[in-house]
């Protein structure tokens, strides 16, 4: 369960609610309960279940997902679809006089708009996923070892950054390597949490894949330090996107919890010639080295 997002989402827990009561008010309001023996109990087994699989998405949708259109789109189809599910399941039990009819006729109609809202919502999930694999794309580079992604950042891991970078020497492939590291980020964790420290680092991560290219390579290298592999780039050209970065993180306004003030972080970031160190680990003591001796002031 994430709770940020069931935070977030409470209106869609208060409207879902709201919608299963408003169809047990007007299955109890206009109708009168079977006798036991009237009631044919597989109907309403059946009918059971798939009220309570309708509920069930509804819970996972919310809890799942983080806030947005296609998020309502979804929990309001499925909406639709558990109240018609609801109003089958007490109609089992409950019969009605020949003036409350159009209650049953009711049934069907929430159920196919909530389809067609569905629908929508899918078509609107597809292109989130087509999205994210682009992003996906970008961190994997051109290989894939899911064993090593970083279950905070789902950023690869310093160790594929190591391999990928000595692959690069071995080939002799041309290009810069980068570290960057986020300014005074242990006092962030002690005065916010470490909860929201790794939401923080999450928009970093997503803020970092953003501005490379589909052919670089980015990895959380511990704590709040990522380095980067950038093939087939002069140093002048990375040098520039590393100050584009430290701007973009400069601006990137980060909310903790329900605060509505902003909080603002700097980063430091070193760049080297993927040729200028022997291989990884000397090419990120030079760059750690570089790091630690720029001044926070600086960045």
């Known amino acids: 369960m994430n709770p940020v997002y069931r935070n977030r989402q409470s209106h869609l827990i208060g409207a879902s609610v709201g919608a299963q009561s408003i169809a047990v008010y007007l299955s109890l309001s206009h109708g009168v309960l079977r006798h036991a023996a009237e009631i044919d ?3 309403v ?5 798939v009220l309570l699989f ?3 998405w509804i819970v996972a949708a919310i809890i ?3 806030p947005g259109r296609v998020t309502t789109l979804l929990v309001a189809g499925l909406n639709c679809f558990a109240f018609t599910a609801l109003l089958d399941f007490l ?3 409950m019969s009605y006089s020949a003036a409350h009819e159009w209650l049953s006729m009711l049934e069907s109609m929430p159920a196919a708009f909530g389809m067609v809202v569905m629908s929508a919502a ?10 994210l694999n682009r992003q996906l794309e970008r961190r994997e580079w051109s290989y894939r070892n899911h064993e090593q992604i970083d279950p905070v950042t789902q950023l690869y891991q310093a160790d594929y950054w190591r391999a990928r970078v000595n692959d690069a020497k071995s080939h002799q492939l ?3 390597v980068m570290m960057l590291d986020i300014n005074r980020f242990s006092s962030f964790n002690e005065n916010h949490g470490y909860q929201e420290g790794d939401r923080f680092l999450q928009d970093i991560a997503r803020l970092l894949i953003m501005h490379v290219r589909a052919s670089d390579l980015v990895c959380r290298f511990a704590g709040d330090r990522f380095v980067f592999l950038m093939p087939e780039l002069s140093c002048e050209s990375a040098t520039r ?4 970065i430290q701007v973009s993180i400069r601006h990137l306004a980060f909310k903790c919890g329900a605060n509505t003030t902003a909080l603002f972080q700097s980063a430091r970031v070193s760049v080297l010639n993927i040729n200028d160190g022997t291989d990884a680990d000397n090419l990120l003591c030079m760059l750690q080295s570089r790091l630690n001796s720029q001044d926070f002031h600086a960045a």
Request: glycine share 12%.
């Open 41 to 43: 109990w597989f109907d």
């Open 45 to 49: 087994l059946g009918e059971g279940c």
């Open 54 to 56: 309708a509920l069930t």
């Open 64 to 66: 799942s997902r983080p």
């Open 91 to 93: 109609d089992e039990s």
């Open 122 to 131: 899918l078509i609107g999930w597809h292109k989130e996923q087509k999205a």
């Open 174 to 176: 041309s290009g810069c």
């Open 241 to 244: 996107l590393a100050s584009d």
